[in-house]
Antibody, heavy 120, light 106 residues
Framework: QVQLQESGPGLVKPSQTLSLTCTVSGGSISSGGHYWSWIRQHPGKGLEWIAYIYDTGSTSYNPSLKSRVSLSIDTSKNQVSLTLSSVTAADTAVYFC????????????WGQGTKVTVSS | DIQMTQSPSSLSASVGDRVTITCRASQSIRTYLNWYQQKPGKAPHLLIYTASNLQSGVPSRFGGSGSGTDFTLTISSLQPEDFATYYCQQSYSTPYTFGQGTKLEI
């Protein structure tokens, strides 16, 4: 059974770059039929799709974050990484990684999420 | 961006009740609509994909319907573990967007 685990710093200073990693276990990140997405949830709020990446490295970003966000994939380590630059308090959120089923484009497996606070 | 609007924002119900949550898209999304359940401190859990398909392992009391712009999630007989927040999400076009959520309370 595929499991996803997010990791990264819980606290980031304003203007710095946030880096998070999603490690996939129980299956290959290149198994086909899936791609990988990051989604965040601001405190007490709804869900916001950030970006996705295929195992080929092809990406798509939310235009609201496109100038600051970048995804990468390391198939040898079964990991997907997110970097978000020039963070502000508005980037404080729980960040989830998710596996997306290509046929239908729906996230079917989610990580538990990692809480990130932006504060000096 | 496609805007997703859920109603109601909150709902009070009792165990055994039949409950319906609606989701409206700002333009046609065909059947690219998914439903999630989220409990406090947990990740969202997929219930229904492409409008009406029950995700494996999800109880059959959950059902989805709709196409185009109007969709519904129905819980046929509420169980205690169903009290949570429910989100719809469109996967028709990027950026994928979510509804604001419906909090289902006792």
């Amino acid at each position: 059974q595929v499991q996803l685990q997010e990791s990264g710093p819980g606290l980031v200073k304003p203007s710095q770059t946030l880096s998070l990693t999603c490690t996939v276990s129980g299956g290959s990140i290149s198994s086909g039929g899936h791609y990988w997405s990051w989604i965040r949830q601001h405190p007490g709020k709804g869900l916001e799709w950030i970006a996705y990446i295929y195992d080929t490295g092809s990406t798509s970003y939310n235009p609201s974050l496109k100038s600051r966000v970048s995804l990468s994939i390391d198939t040898s380590k079964n990991q997907v990484s997110l970097t978000l630059s020039s963070v502000t308090a508005a980037d404080t959120a729980v960040y989830f990684c998710a596996r997306v089923v290509h046929l239908g484009d729906y996230p079917d497996v989610w990580g538990q999420g990692t809480k990130v606070t932006v504060s000096s | 961006d496609i805007q997703m609007t859920q109603s109601p924002s909150s709902l009070s119900a009792s165990v055994g009740d039949r409950v319906t949550i609606t989701c409206r898209a700002s333009q046609s999304i065909r059947t690219y609509l998914n439903w999630y359940q989220q409990k406090p401190g947990k990740a969202p859990h997929l219930l229904i994909y492409t409008a009406s398909n029950l995700q494996s392992g999800v109880p059959s009391r959950f059902g989805g319907s709709g196409s185009g712009t109007d969709f519904t999630l129905t819980i046929s007989s509420l169980q205690p573990e169903d009290f949570a927040t429910y989100y719809c999400q469109q996967s028709y076009s990027t950026p994928y967007t979510f509804g604001q959520g419906t909090k289902l309370e006792i």
